[in-house]
């Protein structure tokens, strides 16, 4: 037979009648089967239909006979209900579930005619609140105290979940009732050195800080003075130790050469003639290790701000397509947009353009761009250096699909550079026996202002430097920003500059940061240029930053809000000394801003900063750097204690709220 027997009375005995006579007993016939009450030999029982397969519009109604099946079409906009055997309408999606008051599971039948029962696994009931069979976890209406005691929990009607009846923001839940006193959600708690704090029941995120500059470690920087951590988690990491050198703030840094070919003085070039596609041009590549590389490049690409050289040796591996893109994009939003934040660019070779070579003369595998400030001292200030406002571009980053996302916007951090030593440099190009001892150092506080350009050119969606710096902020030290040298640990390296970076921003945008309306150089300056134009007019050292005290600790309080889960938004007070600026999108197709969560990178709303888990055991940090804590109070609370010295703890009691929750 097909489909399910159905045995249809008078209602149908007209539509029986009606197949009989257009189909006759030539209709469709059923599969053989045993005799029925149609009588000895007949096929099926008059009257009765199933659905036909062939068709989800038409039925099959035995015939009057009981030999044979006659086609009968569904009325319009009905379909044959395979569990009814009978037309009508489709009223689920086939296989959909759903959940009864009672706790039954419903799955919609083949046909999408009719729900049917589908009971459960053993111990399980169907949950409305998730549409799929739950585990009972707890007796209707009984209550308890929620995971970060911020609300009373009470057992849903069936058993399968807690509903949660958030608490006042400044009270906890102790004894499954709103009870006990306690810090106000998201307020921050101060906490100074050697000094102790209270804590009821919750959970709680902690930013401890250091404004001493320095290269030692604090020893029990934390302590637990009474009682004991919820759930400790693992171990803390190994105590930090300190990778940098002392700084020699004063010394000449190692991109300014200070040697025997060092000359005082010299005429300055006339206006370098006005250089077309196709003209060709010797570079001395500046080498990690000192040297310079001679190599001959063609000027493949011309625009009104930008030349784009290429390393002879290096054309073959380059599309032309690529370089006009990036000369593009340098051109039209890059130079102007750079500009228009932080100052003008020298000219000293009277081009009116910055030229790019692209080389792979490059000894150092960890660069992708470079500049040297010594290119706009007169030629043979400083031996066989080149001439001009030049970047170096390594050939890699060009031909690498990855690099070349990034490519743009890592030429803006470059060209930062040409603006900031041309601004430091300029008085002395005549005569650099005067530069000051003062003038060069800071280094990674350069690089951080550098890598703002980066984030703010609009040309990428995210800074990984910045991203890597957030992911280890045990490695923060404010000494790292007045280093004179580069680290040679590659990853201590690329930390320090990202930890500059969000260092810098922090700084330029509590000065009142810029407005960006779209591209180029439509900029308003609402603050942020005073502060970038007083940190490239300072001597290097702490005073050409504001005084560490009244900014240091409470950046170490906005990177802590940052890190709270997306729910804690609207309880952190409002204040800006406690906000980074959002990320917006720029109309050169990247982002502006700094990056504080993974939405830029992978969709997630999850922050950035990594807190780490504590079990109560005494923590230690850096002098003069920041660590970042994550750990949860029971119900007889607990009293934490801050080290002494100069360290200080910002305390931050959160919640993790599902929306709706409150």
């Not at 029941?201 to 470690?217: H, I, M």
């Not at 041009?281 to 490049?297: C, W």
């Not at 439509?522 to 603050?527: I, R």
Request: charged share 20%; proline share 8%; glycine share 12%.
């Amino acid at each position: 037979m097909r489909g399910t027997r159905v045995f249809v009375g008078v209602v149908f005995a007209f539509v029986v009648v009606m197949a009989a006579a257009c189909s006759g007993d030539g209709g469709d016939t059923a599969p053989a089967a045993p005799a029925t009450d149609g009588g000895i030999g007949s096929l099926c029982t008059p009257g009765e239909a199933s659905c036909r397969q062939e068709s989800s519009t038409e039925m099959l109604v035995c015939n009057s006979g009981g030999s044979g099946y006659g086609v009968v079409p569904c009325p319009n906009g009905e379909f044959c209900i395979a569990e009814k055997g009978a037309c009508g309408g489709v009223i689920c999606e086939p296989g959909a579930q759903r959940c009864r008051t009672d706790g039954m599971r419903e799955v919609c039948g083949p046909g999408g005619g009719s729900w049917n029962p589908d009971p459960c696994p053993a111990s399980m009931i169907c949950s409305i609140a998730a549409n799929a069979c739950a585990t009972v976890i707890c007796n209707p209406g009984e209550k308890t105290c929620s995971a970060d005691f911020a609300s009373v929990s009470v057992c849903s009607e069936n058993g399968t979940y807690y509903k949660k009846q958030p608490c006042p923001t400044d009270k906890v839940c102790l004894n499954t009732a709103c009870t006990n006193d306690a810090l106000r959600l998201g307020e921050i708690e101060r906490v100074k050195a050697g000094a102790t704090l209270d804590l009821p029941p919750g959970r709680y995120a902690a930013a401890l800080v250091d404004a001493e500059v320095g290269w030692g470690n604090i020893f029990s920087a934390l302590s637990l003075e009474r009682g004991a951590l919820l759930a400790p988690p693992p171990a803390p990491p190994p105590r930090p130790q300190n990778a940098l050198s002392h700084p020699a703030c004063g010394t000449p840094g190692h991109r300014l050469p200070n040697h025997s070919e060092k000359r005082t003085g010299g005429p300055r070039p006339p206006t370098v003639p006005a250089a077309a596609p196709g003209d060709k041009r010797t570079f001395n590549v500046p080498q990690h290790s000192g040297e310079r590389l001679s190599r001959n490049a063609v000027l493949s690409v011309s625009r009104d701000k930008v030349n784009v050289w290429v390393d002879e040796n290096d054309a073959a591996r380059i599309e032309t397509a690529v370089l006009r893109d990036l000369a593009d994009s340098v051109d039209k939003n890059v130079v102007g947009r750079i500009t228009a934040l932080y100052g003008k660019t020298t000219d000293v070779d009277g081009s009116g353009k910055i030229d790019m070579l692209i080389t792979s003369a490059n000894d150092d595998p960890g660069t992708a761009a470079f500049v040297t400030p010594a290119t706009l001292f007169p030629p043979g200030t400083f031996g066989d250096y080149d001439f001009g406002e030049i970047i170096y571009v390594v050939t890699l980053a060009v031909t690498m699909l990855d690099y070349q996302l990034f490519l743009p916007a890592l030429i803006a951090h470059e060209l930062q550079h040409l603006i900031y030593d041309g601004s430091r440099y300029s008085p002395y190009f005549d005569n650099p026996d005067n530069i000051p001892p003062g003038l060069s150092g800071d280094r990674y506080a350069v690089e951080g202002i550098a890598e703002t350009a980066f984030s703010w050119s609009g040309e990428a969606t995210y800074s990984y430097l910045h991203i890597l710096a957030l992911q280890n902020p045990g490695e923060f030290s404010l000494a790292s920003l007045f280093e004179n040298e580069y680290l040679e640990d590659p990853k201590s390296n690329a930390i320090a500059y990202g930890f500059g970076a969000v260092a810098i921003e922090y700084l330029i945008e509590q000065a009142g940061g810029f407005t960006v309306e779209g591209l180029g150089a439509q900029v308003t300056d609402t603050g942020g240029r005073s502060f970038i134009d007083s940190f490239t007019e300072s001597p290097c050292g702490e005073s050409r930053l504001p005084p560490l005290t009244d900014w240091w600790p409470d950046l170490s309080v906005a990177l802590l809000a940052s890190s709270l889960p997306k729910s804690m938004a609207d309880f952190i007070p409002a204040d800006p000394r406690y906000h980074f600026m959002p990320v917006t999108a720029d109309p050169a197709g990247g982002n502006r801003g700094l990056s504080m969560t993974f939405l830029e990178i992978n969709g997630s709303s999850d922050p950035v900063l990594a807190r780490t888990p504590w079990d109560g055991a005494p923590v230690d940090m850096l002098q003069g750097g920041m660590a970042f804590y994550d750990f949860a109070v029971g119900e007889k609370g607990a009293t934490i204690k801050v080290g002494e010295g100069t360290v200080s703890a910002a305390i931050i009691r959160y919640g993790d709220f599902a929306p709706g929750d409150r």
